[in-house]
Each structure stands twice: as structure tokens, then as C-alpha cells.
């Protein structure tokens, strides 16, 4: 082979000056070499190597194959994927869409969300899953083992003759006892009588290897040499024996004989008995432990004494008793796996597990349950006409409860009405006849059966939810009574203590009047408050009580006016000037159980856990108003469609239209027609006592005052579709309170009079209108008065409206939307409205349809999250029949934007659950929609280019997982319901979809490489999200296929690269040859030709040729690579050759290749492990295993700079070629540490070492080696091969650091225990000479390297790195 021309060393060493920067300290001027050597021809490109046609030669070998023992290695399962529907599970007994709901809907948003909230699970399950990850996720696998057998070693022995007998038994955590026993003549020839028996000190400890003694001395210094001992793990049992001597027991041995003992009292006899007694039976069970285990002692014979006996024996006689054969075999299968004992292989590391993705559910802040017990008042008698019965409050009081947010400024929830009254006070109130559960929605008549009305008439429970729970919330409640007169006239007799039996009859006289007469009306009357929290985390304030019972101030009534009432609060100075209604309201609150039964939620639906039981009561769940900010937003996931109203004041003291309007009433109405005998609908949530829902609802009446204000909340159930003639109404009353006016006799009694109207439609642009309204007051009511419109100049559209005050907006009112299918935001409204228009954009105009898309990304956040499932479902169909590429480009940036956006407000786990659970592709149509993993694959491709916007396609590549999970899930969809599993894999998808995936990730990879400095971070997750896509890819695609996408995507990096490059393309290739069918991608079966006759015939691979890594593509390119960054730095080699292992460790965990014959064909793919370790040999021949490492920055202090040295590297010598390498001699050798074998003058660089470059030296007689090594191989393995496994590079000479050598050794430990006894004398057969003398040379390293040093050394060296880790710098 012919050398390319050589540079003349002048051209050369200009070409390497130039390339140079200014250095100024030698660590720089290392890297500056190093990067320059990297540049250079030195380190040329690998090439690559054309996979096999997998596909193919899997069709031709079907016959091979089929007849291979082993077949499940060879080929993937046919179950291997499948999807699945699962049924969504919510928490109420029914469906929450109300039973017409589809049919009424209309509109496209409101149809897609209920689509959404009925929609089950779609999941696509992959059978082997759980065998895709790290070692660490396998099934089955035993995080730890339970325990080694514990061996004593001569190493610690003089350790432990060194240290104190009594203390080591001490500090073993053992069982330890000593005390004065007689002991009996141990001589059994002889009988034992009482003279026989001496006083002797028994002590009892624990050995090193978990057995016990019972060692006995003349005297208490047990420092000295026993007079003997007895080994308790030959004892068969203790027990008493009283035939010789009192307090007697005797322990007997598996030889027949037995140990006589006597103590000094029966206690001291049952102590020793008992202790005695509990380590046999420690020893009992450590003897089955380890027959379960299949656990052998198999140094039982060394590490026990003389007379021991086997105690294993005695307690397991069928293994004593099996044969040799039985027994080797028992110890081969039953050994613990040799990586059990690698120190990584017991880390507990979870970094590389998937997040746990549940699918959406309901999710609430923290839940408060609140019981309302009492209202009492100190004026009080017995109500009844008769004066029988109770004594109780003299008139009736109704409770409005909700909660106030003073940090925030807010009301945080929906109000909750109580009626705590006795039954003889409600019945001062004229009744009205209930209504059945018919309003807002039409409910189904299982659930009228369920929810019983007399049950629901008088709630006592609410459950508040807070997301945001902190001390400055308070539950306030206030308190309202029947219309009388004012505040102050009516809460007078109230604030007296004096005797009140007489006020308190002629306040029930005027009660009963007014309850008759204005029952319908309420006044406010009073107000308190109670804190509920005692901190941010949501711990209740259980011992906080109610205020005092605060009189109204009808000037002061708003929510405004209680916030800034509320903010006085801990101010008892403020406090103490407001007037006081002598009274108590008792409300507890708790915690609520997530099991809690029988409640409803703010619409009215049941739980499951409910009880049909009329008897028992209902709790009632509070709507909580979150605020609409996206990390307290959850994606919706029941439907809920309520209004809340609010009138909060009316400007009527300039009005000439009325002669009187001043106790004013606000009577609200929801309407779906303006006719004049039209009905309003009956779907406002009624009061205590009354229906359920009802068709109006009034607020609150201020007496005497002609601007009044409310605080009333009106709750509304919306119908699914609204249209433009929804509107709310708004009848204003003068409620006259005065019924004893003069000479009044004769006229008939006019409690209300109408004093105006107004009306609010709901619709505006097509949304709800949910911003504060002024609204003008009409005098009369025309039919179609919706229809009014100004014109200007006087004149008008519509019927003739008689204004109050000239038209002014004397109205203010404002309302609150909580809908899950109506959103307020403007642009997401406008793209859905478009889509419905144009087909979901299937006619669109490509301009209009981009128009919408690109005002998308203006959408609200918390809009966005909340209707998460709803919008990436449209935008994935628009996808799908979008004609033009811009469509197709502009969806995906919105998709792009949605992703993000979630990213950034920290969830994403709602993206993951989307995809997993919610993406349902749409059924394929060839002729006129496309599939979503084409189209989305075309457009990131667009996205990706060089040319398009960089903030965009920074975003793709750091949030690239959802795009790739989408594609996956899109696949498996399509391929299974479109019934094209079954065709071979070629024939899946067409070409067009494979050149997609290849221009991605073509398109993808140099942005990987390219930008890993700007943007490490999008950078990595693409890397990453790439790896896992491709991994994927295996189970749908051609494999041959997927083979090259690899080879495209490893073809972008190169020797030399950054580290961070390096750490990319091994996170890659660990992503991908984690695939559960890993194994039969590599097709482990023999390519050769003819009938294999002797084992020296076997096609076995031991190093890596082209034709190995061809036929066994993805462990031949990992060796590959890993052979490579053996010439790099520390920290490359220590990533790959963690990636190997880790590799090899799962392999060997593995339950499906848990046999002898699976391990040994998985060994054979890594026989070419065997040819990269001898060409490192040198490097790994590391044998003194010193425990005290230098500290490398102890010789130069300047050294401690952290920059990476330049490693040493030679360049192998070709026999015949004369190279001028004094350049490399003087300059490499000295500047960069780069030292030439060939040279006996080594220069003296021992002022530039630092950590990467410790022991770099090469030893003289390695270095006198290589140059003959190098020739002989050439004739050996290698003589298909040029160069060795990694052609022309770099061989590198410095010494490996021991961690790494431990590492590689353990997987040659490793493949040599799993391979057949055929493939090693195959192996020993075709080696060289030298190659043998290295495999050698490599197990006798193991020898060293694993040597057991002892405890001592241990401590020692444990203590050693301490105190380097405690140094600075």
C-alpha cells in the first residue's frame, strides 16, 4: 500500500506554528498541540461501514434460523407492539357532558372539547418495554444482594490477632456474653461426675466470617491465647440437664459428642441457655439463605477449625449426598453473577429512567372541608304560635360563605349559601314548592333517582379547594335576613345586652309580618371572618374561631369594601370601632380525606362514592376561582359551563321617570329569546330551601337608598350552545317595606313596583362577555329589544325604548366565565371559527389559514394549558389537510410555540401525558389525508434548514422529544389500524416517508454538532430525543434502513472532537443498543459457509474486521468506537468504556438470556473485545494496585489549571518506511508530552505531568516491544484487517487509569466466563504467539487487579482518598 508524500519537516512545522494561538502557560500551549495533532492527518476519519440489508438476509437465512436452537436471539417477537384503549377513569358516577350536549353543540370548539372530555385512552403498549432501558430498569432484576458468604482471609488475620478479642466481638454487631460456668471433663471415655467439673471464664464472640466461639480462660484476662474453644456452628442444639449437677445444660456436637456446663443459678443457666439457643438458630437460617441461593461455601473447609465438622451437612443432607456432577453444576448456575460484585452494578442510579406519565385528571389545590353547626343570637325566644318548642332565633338568617384573598386582592371562590335556621323559623317564611333536579342541563333520569331534592334543600358541608394556600386567606361569611328596613333599625335590638324577652317578642311580631309580606326579599344584616391557614404549605388553623358577628355598613357593602375590611383585620385598634351584633356562628373546618363520600361537585354531579340514601347528607364542592396564571392551570378534563353574575351598583338618584325607586330590588333572568312572551330559562342555581334551579334570582335590597350597591353572586348553567339571542335581563322593583302608611285601608297593598329594565347580551364576536359592563336602564320593554341599535343623529334601528336618565350606563355589572367549552381568548376563538368555515382548513386559503396560525402565538398561557388536548388535536389535523408547505410549516411553529411554552412554565408533564394518552392519530384516507408522522417530519425538516428562523429551530431541538414521541405514536397508529404490520418492513411506509426521516436526520445531526457550544442545552435533548426516535424506528421501520440513519448520524463526528461531542455520541449509541431486541439486531449466528466440522472451522470474529462489523452492525460499531476513544482523554475513555459495561451488565441480568448457552452466544459478539484489549495491553498492564494516589498537582503549582493535558501518542512505524520524526522527538516530546517508542533518549517532561497524563512514560521494555508486536500481528487475527481495529490511527501508550482497567477487565472476565469452551480453543487455536502471551498477560492483571488486599488496606485507603479529597484546588 502506498504511503501518501510527506511533507518536507520545514513545510510541516510551518503548517504546525501556524495553527497554533498565542500560549502562555504551558497547560495552554499542550492544548494548542493537542488540537493541532487532532486537526492533522494523525488522527484520520474512520470509515464507515455499509451495514448489512438486514431485512434481506433475514428472508435468506430464514431456513438457518428457523433450525437455530437459539432462534428467539435471532429474531424480534411477533406481539412485539399493539395499541390499546383504555377507559377514562373520572371520579363521578356519570358522565359530566350533559346527555344532549353533542347534539345541541354547533360549534366547532365547543363539539372538540366535548370530544375531548368523552374521548377514552389511546396507548400504544410495547411488550418488551420494560427491557429497553438500563441495566438498572430491567424486570426481575435484584437491586442488591442479599449477602455474600463471608470468608476469613489470612491477610486479616494478623489484623485481627492485633486487635483486642473482646472489643472486635463488640464491634461485629454480634451477640456477645461472658461469665463464670463450670465445665464438665470433655473427655467422653470417662463419665462426668461432680468433681470433674472446673470454674472456668467463658466468653462468647463473633469471628470475622459471621460464625461464633465459645472460648473459655482460668481467669478474666481474655487478652491471652483460650484454654480452649467450642465452635457453635457445629453445635446441633442446647439443653438443660440436671442429671450430673444443678443448672447444668449441655450443648451437643453433629460428631455425637457433647459439651457438659453448669452455671451458679437458674437464671444465669437460662440466660446462657437462651443466648446460646438464638445464635443456632441464626446459623439455622443463614444455612437455608444460602441453600435458597444456591449459595455455596466453598472455602467451608479453610475458614473453619479442626473438629468443625460441616454445618452445612446437618442442615441440608440431600446435597451432601449429591453427586460431583450435580454439585458443579449447581455452582455454575447458582454463582452470583459476576457483575454483581462491580461497584457500579450496586449504585443506585436513576438518571436515565423515564418520568412516571399518568393521563390527565382532575387536580385540585388544598381541599377544606367546612361544617356549618350554629348561628345563634342573643335575642331569642320560642317562635311557635302555641310558645311550644324550642327557644331559638326569632326571625329567620341565611349564611353566605366564600373566600377572600387579601394578598392578592381577590374573592377565590364561589359563594355557598347555608340555612342554618330551626324548622319552626323557616316556617314563618311562605313556602314555595320545589322544583325537580331539571334545570341547566338535562340530566338523565338514573341521576334524579340518585340525587334525592329533600336531601340537597339544606346543605351543611362545602369543600373549598386553594391552589395557592397562604396565611392572608379568610373564609368570610355574611349574613342576610328578610327585608324589614335598615341595617341599623333592624340590628339595633341585636347589640343590646340588656333584658330581652320583651324586644325579643316584638321583634318576632315585626318578623312575622315581614316574612309574610316580603319573604322573597333579603337585607344584609352582618358579617365575619376567620383565617384558615397557617402558613404556604396549606396546614389548617383548625383553633382559629369566627370574629365577632360585625354589623353591615350599607355604604361599605361591595367585595372591594370587605377586601379592605378584611386588610384591617389583625388590627384590633381598626377593629374595635366597628359596631357588634352580640351573637355566635359556629363553622368548623377540616381536612377532607381522599375517600370522603357523598358529595357532589359544583354542577351537581355525584361521586362515586355516593349513597342513594335520602337520609344521609350531601356536601357540596365550592367552584374555586383560580387565577389565570399557566402554572396553576390544569388542562381540562370534565365539562363545566357556568356564569357568575355579579350587579354591583345602580346610579338611580337623577332619574325622572319614577316617582319612587328607592328600596330597590334587581330581579336577574337568563333569556334565549327578546318576544314578548317569551320564558326565561330555568337554569340559575337556587337558594337554600328553595328548587334546585330556578328561573330568577334577586339580590340583596338596600332601604332608602336610590344609588345602591350588591354583592350578590348569581350562578348560572349555561347551555351548550349559545347564539346570539342569549342574553341576561335585569327587572328593577321598588319594594315598598311600609305597610301601616295612612288611609291605606281601602287601596289594595303594592309591595313591588316595576322601576326599569336592562338587559346584557351574552355574545360578543362570537364570546362570552366576561369584562366589567355599563349598561344603560330602559323604562318599558319593547318586543325585540335586542335589537335596538343607535344610528347616530338621533335616529335608531329597532323598537321605540323609553331610556332612564337620557340612556346613560346607570348599570354597572360585571361577569365571570368557568367554562371548559367556551374559550374568551380572541385568537384561539377566530382559528377555531376559521376552521370550521373552511373544514378544518381542508378548502382554506393558504394566506388566511397562516394568518390564524401566526396569531396563535399570542394566545393566553393559562388558555393554552387549559384547553392543551383540544388545540394540539386541531392543529395536528390542519396538519393533515393542509395543501401548501406554509401551512404545514406555520402548524408546526404553533405546535413548536404550545411545546415551549409548556417547557418553560414547567409543565411538561402535561405534553407527556398528551402524547401518550390523548394523541389519536385521524383514520388515513389515502386519497385525502396525509399521515401526521410524514407531514411533521417534512416540516421539521423546513423548520431545521439553515436558512429558516434560529430562535424556532433552537426551540425544535431542545423540546425535539414531544415532535419524535408524536412520530412514533403516529407510526404504530397507522400501521396497526391500516392492517400493514403484516407486511414486510420494506413495504410499511412509503418511500417518501423514508426519505423524510433521512433528510431529518440529516438536517438534525450538524445542528447536534454544530451547536453544542451556543446552545449545550437544546443540543443535548435533541441528541437525546434523536437517539430515542431512531431506537424506536427499530420496531416499525426497515432495520437495514435504520442501520444507515445511524451510520449518517455517527458519520458527523470525528476523532479528536470535544469531549462534549464525544459524551453525545455515547449517550446516543447507549440510547440505541438499549432497543429490547438489541441482541437479535446483531443477528449473533454464524455467516459462514458449508457445514462446520471442527471447532477450528467455527466463523467466530476476534477482532474487528468489515465483514464482523457489517454483519453484526450495532456491537461492531459500539467496539469501533469504543477502540477509538481508547486513544482519546481520561474523561472520553471513562464515557465509553462505561457505556460497554453497562451493556454488558444488562446483558448478563437479563432473564431472557439467563442460560448458559444464551450467555455464551451473546459472548460471541464481543470476542473482538478480546483483540481491542491486547492492542491496549501495555496500557492495561498495570500491576502494583497502590492505594495512595499522587496528588498530581503536588510537583508544579502551576499545574492546577483545569485544562486538559495533551495525552501522549505515537504514531505506529510501518517496517520499510523512513520517517523523519525528529520533529515529533523535539517539539511533541517536549512541548506536548507526545513521546516516540522508538527513541532510547526519552525527554525529561516531568515538568509538564498533570492528572490526564499520569505514569505517561512508556516503560523501557514496552516500548522496545512494540515495534516486533506490531510486525508478528500482521501475520495473525490481523492479516484481513489494515492496521488493527482502528486502521490508521493513533496508538496511544500512556498507562490506563485503574478504574478504567478494572472496568475493561471486568468485561474480559466477563465474555471469557460466558463463552463456549469452543469458541476459546478456537480462539487459542488461530492466536499468535504474542497475541496468547497478552491474553495472558491481561488474566494475570485480573489476578492483581482483583487481588483481596485485606481490611488493613482497605481502611487505609479509604482514609488516603478522604484526605485527597479535602485538599484545595
Request: proline share 5%; charged share 25%.
Amino acid at each position: 500500500m502506498s504511503q501518501p508524500p510527506l511533507l518536507s519537516a520545514s513545510a510541516e512545522t510551518r503548517k504546525f506554528t501556524r495553527a497554533l494561538s498565542k500560549p502562555g502557560t504551558a497547560a495552554e500551549l499542550r492544548q494548542s498541540v493537542s488540537e493541532v495533532v487532532r486537526g492533522s492527518v494523525l488522527l484520520a476519519k474512520p470509515k464507515l461501514i455499509e451495514p448489512l440489508d438486514y431485512e434481506n438476509v433475514i428472508v435468506q437465512k430464514k431456513t438457518q434460523i428457523l433450525n437455530d436452537g437459539l432462534r428467539e436471539m435471532l429474531l424480534f417477537p411477533y406481539d412485539d407492539f399493539q395499541t390499546a384503549t383504555l377507559r377514562r377513569q373520572g371520579r363521578y358516577m356519570c358522565s359530566t357532558v350533559p346527555a344532549d350536549a353533542q347534539e345541541e353543540a354547533q360549534s366547532l370548539f365547543v363539539t372538540e372539547c366535548i370530544k375531548t372530555y368523552n374521548s377514552d385512552w389511546h396507548l400504544v403498549n410495547y411488550k418488551y418495554e420494560d427491557y429497553s432501558g438500563e441495566f438498572r430498569q430491567l424486570p426481575n432484576k435484584v437491586a442488591k444482594l442479599d449477602k455474600l458468604p463471608v470468608h476469613v482471609y489470612e491477610v486479616d488475620e494478623e489484623v485481627d490477632k492485633d486487635e483486642d478479642a473482646a472489643s472486635l466481638g463488640s464491634q461485629k454487631g454480634g451477640i456477645t456474653k461472658h461469665g463464670w460456668l463450670y465445665k464438665g471433663n470433655m473427655n467422653s471415655a470417662i463419665s462426668v461426675t461432680m468433681r470433674s467439673f472446673k470454674r472456668r471464664f467463658f466468653h462468647l464472640i463473633q469471628l470475622g466470617d459471621g460464625s461464633y466461639n465459645l472460648n473459655f480462660y482460668k481467669d478474666e484476662k481474655i487478652s491471652k491465647e483460650p484454654k480452649g474453644s467450642i465452635f457453635l456452628d457445629s453445635c446441633m442444639g442446647v439443653v438443660q440437664n440436671n442429671k450430673v449437677r444443678r443448672f447444668a445444660f449441655e450443648l451437643k456436637m453433629q460428631d455425637k459428642s457433647s459439651y457438659l456446663l453448669a452455671a451458679d443459678s437458674e437464671v444465669e443457666m437460662e440466660e446462657w441457655i437462651t443466648t446460646l439457643n438464638k445464635i443456632l438458630q441464626l446459623n439455622f437460617e443463614a444455612a437455608m439463605q444460602e441453600k435458597r441461593n444456591g449459595d455455596s461455601h466453598e472455602d467451608d473447609e479453610q475458614s473453619k477449625l479442626e473438629g468443625s465438622g460441616s454445618g452445612l451437612d446437618s442442615y441440608l443432607p440431600e446435597l451432601a449426598k449429591s453427586t460431583r456432577e450435580a454439585e458443579i453444576k449447581l455452582k455454575s448456575e447458582s454463582r452470583v453473577k459476576l457483575f454483581y460484585l462491580d461497584p457500579d452494578a450496586q449504585k443506585l442510579d436513576f438518571t436515565s429512567a423515564e418520568p412516571e406519565v399518568k393521563p390527565f385528571e382532575e387536580k385540585f389545590g388544598k381541599r377544606i372541608l367546612v361544617k356549618c353547626n350554629d348561628l345563634s343570637f342573643n335575642l331569642q325566644c320560642c317562635v311557635a304560635e302555641n310558645e311550644e318548642g324550642p327557644t331559638t332565633n326569632v326571625e329567620p338568617f341565611f349564611v353566605t360563605l366564600s373566600l377572600f384573598d387579601i394578598k392578592y386582592n381577590r374573592k377565590i371562590s364561589a359563594d355557598f349559601h347555608v340555612d342554618l335556621n330551626h324548622f319552626s323559623v323557616r316556617q314563618m317564611l311562605a313556602t314555595t314548592s320545589p322544583a325537580l333536579v331539571n334545570g341547566g342541563r338535562k340530566s338523565s333520569p338514573a341521576l334524579q333517582d340518585i340525587l334525592h331534592e329533600a336531601a340537597m334543600q339544606y346543605p351543611k358541608q362545602g369543600i373549598f379547594s386553594v391552589t395557592c394556600p397562604h396565611p392572608d386567606i379568610f373564609l368570610v361569611a355574611r349574613i342576610e335576613k328578610v327585608l324589614q328596613g335598615s341595617i341599623t333599625h333592624g340590628a339595633e335590638p341585636y347589640m343590646k345586652s340588656s333584658d330581652s324577652s320583651k324586644v325579643a317578642q316584638k321583634v318576632l311580631k315585626n318578623a312575622k309580618q315581614a316574612c309574610q309580606r316580603l319573604g322573597q326579599y333579603r337585607m344584609p344584616f352582618a358579617w365575619a371572618a376567620r383565617t384558615l391557614f397557617k402558613d404556604a404549605s396549606g396546614n389548617l388553623d383548625k383553633n382559629a374561631r369566627f370574629s365577632a358577628l360585625y354589623r353591615q355598613d350599607s355604604n361599605k357593602l361591595s367585595n372591594d369594601d370587605m377586601l379592605k375590611l378584611l386588610a384591617d383585620f389583625r388590627k384590633p385598634e381598626k377593629m374595635a370601632k366597628l359596631p357588634v351584633i352580640l351573637g355566635n356562628l359556629d363553622i368548623t373546618i377540616d381536612n377532607v380525606s381522599s375517600d370522603f363520600p357523598n358529595y357532589v361537585n359544583s354542577s351537581y354531579i355525584p361521586m362515586k362514592q355516593f349513597e342513594t340514601c335520602s337520609k344521609t347528607p350531601i356536601t357540596f364542592e365550592v367552584e374555586e376561582f383560580v387565577p389565570c396564571i399557566p402554572k396553576h392551570t390544569q388542562p381540562y378534563t370534565i365539562y363545566n359551563n357556568h356564569l357568575y353574575v355579579y350587579p354591583k351598583y345602580l346610579k338611580y338618584d337623577s332619574q325622572k321617570s319614577f316617582a319612587k325607586a328607592r328600596n330597590i330590588a334587581i330581579c336577574i333572568e337568563f333569556k334565549d329569546s327578546d318576544e314578548e312572551d317569551s320564558q326565561p330559562l330555568k337554569c340559575i342555581y337556587g337558594r337554600p330551601g328553595g328548587p334546585v334551579f330556578t328561573r330568577s334570582a334577586f339580590a340583596a335590597v338596600l332601604h332608602h337608598h336610590q344609588n345602591p350597591e350588591f354583592y350578590d353572586e348569581i350562578k348560572i348553567e349555561l347551555p351548550t350552545q349559545l347564539h346570539e339571542k342569549h342574553h341576561l335581563l335585569f327587572t328593577f322593583f321598588h319594594v315598598s317595606c311600609d305597610n301601616s302608611s295612612k288611609g291605606s285601608t281601602k287601596k289594595k297593598d303594592v309591595v313591588e313596583t316595576q322601576v326599569g329594565y336592562s338587559w346584557l347580551p351574552l355574545l360578543k364576536d362570537g364570546r362570552v362577555v366576561t369584562s366589567e359592563q355599563h349598561v344603560p336602564v330602559a323604562a318599558n320593554l319593547p318586543s325585540g329589544y335586542l335589537g335596538y341599535q343607535e344610528l347616530g343623529m338621533g335616529r335608531h334601528y329597532g323598537p321605540e325604548i323609553k331610556w332612564v336618565d337620557g340612556s346613560k350606563p346607570l348599570l354597572k355589572v360585571s361577569t365571570h366565565l368557568v367554562s371548559t367549552v367556551y374559550t374568551q381568548d380572541q385568537h384561539l376563538h377566530n382559528f377555531f371559527q376559521y376552521c370550521q368555515k373552511t373544514e378544518s382548513g381542508a378548502q382554506a386559503l393558504g394566506s388566511e389559514l397562516v394568518k390564524y396560525l401566526k396569531s396563535l402565538h399570542a394566545m393566553e398561557g393559562h388558555v393554552m394549558i387549559a384547553f392543551l388536548p383540544t388545540i394540539l388535536n386541531q392543529l395536528f389535523r390542519v396538519l393533515t389537510r393542509a395543501t401548501q408547505e406554509e401551512v404545514a410549516v406555520n402548524v408546526t411553529r404553533v405546535i413548536i410555540h404550545v411545546v415551549a411554552q409548556c417547557h418553560e412554565e414547567g409543565l411538561e408533564s402535561h405534553l407527556r401525558s398528551y402524547v401518550k394518552y390523548a394523541y389519536k392519530a385521524e383514520p388515513y384516507v389515502a386519497s385525502e389525508y396525509k399521515t401526521v408522522h410524514e407531514e411533521l417530519t417534512k416540516a421539521m425538516t423546513t423548520i431545521l434548514k439553515p436558512s429558516a428562523d434560529f430562535l424556532t429551530s433552537n426551540k425544535l431541538l431542545k423540546y425535539s422529544w414531544f415532535f419524535f414521541d408524536v412520530l412514533i405514536k403516529s407510526m404504530a397508529q397507522h400501521l396497526i389500524e391500516n392492517c400493514k404490520v403484516k407486511l414486510l418492513r420494506n413495504q410499511r411506509f412509503p418511500a417518501s416517508y423514508h426519505h423524510a426521516v433521512e433528510t431529518v436526520v440529516n438536517m438534525l445531526t450538524p445542528h447536534i454538532t454544530q451547536k453544542f457550544r451556543d446552545n449545550p442545552e437544546a443540543s443535548k435533548h435533541a441528541n437525546h430525543s434523536l437517539a430515542v426516535f431512531i431506537k424506536r424506528c427499530f420496531t416499525f421501520m426497515d432495520r437495514g434502513f435504520v442501520f444507515k440513519q445511524i451510520n449518517n448520524y455517527i458519520s458527523c463526528f470525528a476523532p479528536g472532537d470535544p469531549k462534549t461531542l464525544f459524551e453525545y455520541k455515547f449517550e446516543f449509541l447507549r440510547v440505541v443498543c438499549n432497543h429490547e431486541h438489541y441482541i437479535p439486531l446483531n443477528l449473533p449466528m454464524p455467516f459462514g459457509k458449508g457445514r462446520i466440522q471442527r471447532y477450528q472451522d467455527l466463523q467466530l470474529d476476534y477482532s474487528l474486521t468489515d465483514e464482523f462489523c457489517r454483519n453484526h452492525f450495532l456491537v461492531g460499531l459500539l467496539l469501533r468506537e469504543v477502540g477509538t476513544a481508547l486513544q482519546e482523554f481520561r474523561e472520553v475513555r471513562l464515557i465509553a468504556i462505561s457505556v460497554l459495561k453497562n451493556l454488558l451488565i444488562k446483558h448478563s441480568f437479563d432473564d431472557r438470556y439467563a442460560s448458559r448457552s444464551h450467555q455464551a452466544r451473546i459472548a460471541t459478539l464481543y470476542l473482538p473485545l478480546f483483540g481491542l484489549l491486547i492492542e491496549n495491553v501495555q496500557r492495561i498492564n498495570v500491576r502494583d494496585v497502590s492505594p495512595f494516589p499522587v496528588n498530581p498537582g503536588s510537583t508544579v503549582k502551576e499545574e492546577s489549571l483545569p485544562l486538559p493535558a495533551a495525552n501522549p501518542l505515537v504514531t505506529p512505524q510501518k517496517p520499510g518506511i523512513a520517517l523523519d520524526n525528529s520533529l515529533h522527538k523535539d517539539l511533541f516530546g517536549a512541548i506536548s508530552g507526545i513521546a516516540s517508542p522508538y527513541t532510547t533518549s526519552t525527554p525529561n517532561i516531568n515538568s509538564v505531568r498533570n492528572a490526564d497524563s499520569r505514569g505517561s512514560l512508556i516503560s523501557t521494555d514496552s516500548g522496545n516491544s512494540l515495534p516486533e508486536r506490531n510486525s508478528e500481528k500482521s501475520n495473525s487475527l490481523d492479516k484481513h484487517q489494515q492496521g488493527g481495529a482502528l486502521g490508521n490511527s493513533v496508538v496511544r501508550c500512556d498507562k490506563l487509569d485503574q478504574s478504567e482497567i478494572k472496568s475493561l477487565l471486568m468485561c474480559f472476565l466477563y465474555i471469557l466466563k460466558s463463552m463456549s469452551d469452543d469458541a476459546l480453543f478456537t480462539y487459542w487455536n488461530k492466536a499468535s504467539t504474542s497475541e496468547l502471551m497478552d491474553f495472558f498477560t491481561i488474566s494475570e492483571v485480573c489476578l492483581h487487579q482483583f487481588q483481596y488486599m485485606g481490611k488493613r488496606y482497605i481502611a487505609r485507603n479509604d482514609a488516603c482518598q478522604i484526605a485527597a479529597a479535602g485538599q484545595p484546588g
